[in-house]
């Protein structure tokens, strides 16, 4: 099995920036692709963002140029920088990966709230 630990949500201003960052443990051999999702207030979970063990990213349209996901060389931590965040991006987020053999691990989420 694959464990996740997310860090790094909080409460932000419009404008500002944060970084999450999610540590897998375990199978992490079995890894091929994480990413992150997010879901809003009565809003259905979207992607974010995915990145690939090829370093290969896909975006959202709405955090294109304003999100990037990086992993480190072990490709078992991904991050996700966010800038110019906006008051839509609030939302818990989600780390996901996905497995060799089809299973998929989701961490436990964390709150990302982007007020005045």
């Known amino acids: 099995q694959v464990q996740l630990a997310e860090s790094g949500g909080g409460l932000v201003q419009p404008g500002g920036s944060l970084r999450l960052s999610c540590a897998a443990s375990?199978?992490?051999?079995?890894?091929?692709?994480m990413g992150w999702y997010r879901q809003a207030p009565g809003k259905q979970l979207e992607l974010v963002a995915e990145?690939?063990?090829?370093?290969?990213?896909v975006y959202a349209d709405s955090v294109e140029g304003r999100f990037t996901i990086s992993t480190n060389n072990a490709k078992t931590t991904i991050h996700l920088q966010m800038n110019s965040l906006k008051p839509e991006d609030t939302a818990v987020y989600f780390c996901?990966?996905?497995?060799?053999?089809?299973?998929?691990?989701w961490g436990q989420g964390t709150q990302v709230t982007v007020s005045s």
């Open positions: 375990g199978r992490i051999f079995t890894i091929y692709k």
């Open positions: 990145i690939g063990k090829d370093d290969s990213t």
């Open positions: 996901k990966t996905f497995e060799y053999g089809g299973a998929i691990t």
